[in-house]
């Protein structure tokens, strides 16, 4: 059974709004995304990091709350067998009618970016909206407020979707999702680590004992698994090393944000020129105080051997 896949983020500052749009437009490394066929993406709506936030900033209202979400991020899709079995011409209904959706629920002057992403394992759309009221009050909350809110959403989807073959998830359910690429990953290993265990052809002597003739198998499969099993027990320490410092990792990159949020989100409301001027004058400005700091030692350094006290 086929289904019709809805997900949508907000996104509350500049600097998220403009790290996500370059991940949609490919304007930084994406790894999960094949860059040979990144050239046949689609870009409705605007094509450019740049372009999209020229549009959101036109939008935006002058007078909004501080933790206002400025946009909501949304990925349209549909499992992976119906890609592979659906006709080009119901791929394109599909894209076209998500987009339809989208438009009926905010407002087509709302969508800023409807991109469809085809260099990854499975085609799907990203959508990028500005939740504006139609009386011109920023609120993600009127349009994605809450967990009823999202579940109608994506059952009014799904049904958009119906004439497709495609129907809603379990509703309720909490089964946890697992992405296309990672499956794929799953099963992709599942087939290189297969293990081939074949049984020593018998002997006349080992067809008179089947007991003797059992262990001697046992004893092969266990001298044929040990490497393996090896190998595993190494990769499960790594992995467990790899997960502590990742851990740590982690905690020190919240620490890092929390520090450059007002600094990144400064910077994602200016052009690149401005942005490129901005960052000349810190690096100017942080040159002149390592010198001004070198200068302070070498005093120091100086008063010192004069007997005097810094």
């Not at 997900?7 to 304007?27: D, I, P, Q, S």
Request: with cysteine.
């Amino acid at each position: 059974m086929a289904y019709a896949i809805m997900r949508c983020k907000k996104l509350a500052t500049l600097g998220c709004v403009a790290a996500a749009l370059r991940h949609c437009y490919r304007e930084r490394p994406t790894h999960n995304a094949d860059p040979q066929r990144t050239p046949d993406n689609n870009h409705l709506a605007a094509g450019s990091t740049d372009q999209a936030m020229g549009q959101l900033r036109a939008l935006l209202p002058e007078r909004r709350r501080k933790d206002a979400v400025l946009a909501v991020e949304y990925m349209f899709g549909a499992s992976p067998e119906w890609w592979r079995e659906a006709t080009q011409e119901q791929q394109e209904k599909f894209l076209l009618w998500a987009r339809n959706w989208l438009e009926e629920k905010y407002g087509a002057d709302r969508v800023i970016v409807a991109t469809i992403h085809r260099d990854e394992i499975s085609p799907h759309m990203s959508a990028f909206v500005v939740p504006l009221t139609q009386d011109g009050r920023l609120s993600a909350k009127e349009f994605v407020g809450n967990r009823q809110q999202l579940t109608a959403d994506q059952t009014t989807f799904a049904a958009r979707m119906g004439p497709l073959g495609l129907k809603r998830g379990l509703e309720g359910s909490k089964a946890r999702h697992t992405s296309i690429r990672t499956y794929y990953a799953r099963v992709e290993a599942a087939k290189r680590h297969k293990a081939v265990l074949e049984p020593p052809e018998p002997s006349i002597a080992d067809r008179l004992n089947a007991r003797a003739y059992g262990q001697k198998v046992a004893q092969n499969f266990s001298d044929a698994l040990r490497p393996r099993l090896a190998e595993l027990e190494a990769k499960e320490q790594a992995l467990s090393d790899a997960r502590e410092m990742a851990s740590q990792a982690r905690a020190a990159l919240r620490q890092q944000a929390l520090r450059l949020a007002p600094v990144l989100d400064a910077l994602s409301g200016l052009d690149q020129v401005d942005q490129e001027q901005v960052l000349r004058l810190v690096s100017e400005t942080s040159q002149a105080l390592k010198a001004q700091r070198r200068e302070r030692q070498a005093q120091r350094s100086r008063d010192k051997g004069r007997g005097w006290s810094p």
